[in-house]
């Protein structure tokens, strides 16, 4: 399924909660002990949505959530 428009909203809420702690600078050891599950299925969401959203990497993605949060200007 391809989202039409990329947005936090259609992302599921542990999916938010790892796009939140990435913002924060975390890596996935990090990330997997504050969420309490696995370092494998960290990855597992950020490739999830990184697909969802159409992005190719983690940069893009924190890039992209920075914008859609208002952080920075949209680039072109």
């Known amino acids: 399924m391809k989202i039409k428009e990329r947005s936090l909203v259609a992302l599921s809420r542990k999916e938010n909660e790892v796009v ?3 913002l924060q600078g975390l ?3 990090e990330i ?3 969420l309490f599950i696995s370092d494998k299925t ?3 969401h950020i490739s ?3 697909q969802k959203i159409c992005l190719r ?3 893009q993605l ?3 959530a920075l914008q859609e949060m ?3 200007e949209q680039l072109s």
């Open 20 to 22: 939140n702690l990435l």
């Open 27 to 29: 890596d996935d050891r």
């Open 32 to 34: 997997a002990k504050q």
């Open 42 to 44: 960290v990855r597992n």
């Open 48 to 50: 999830n949505i990184l």
């Open 57 to 59: 990497n983690r940069t």
């Open 62 to 64: 924190v890039l992209w």
């Open 70 to 72: 208002g952080e920075i």
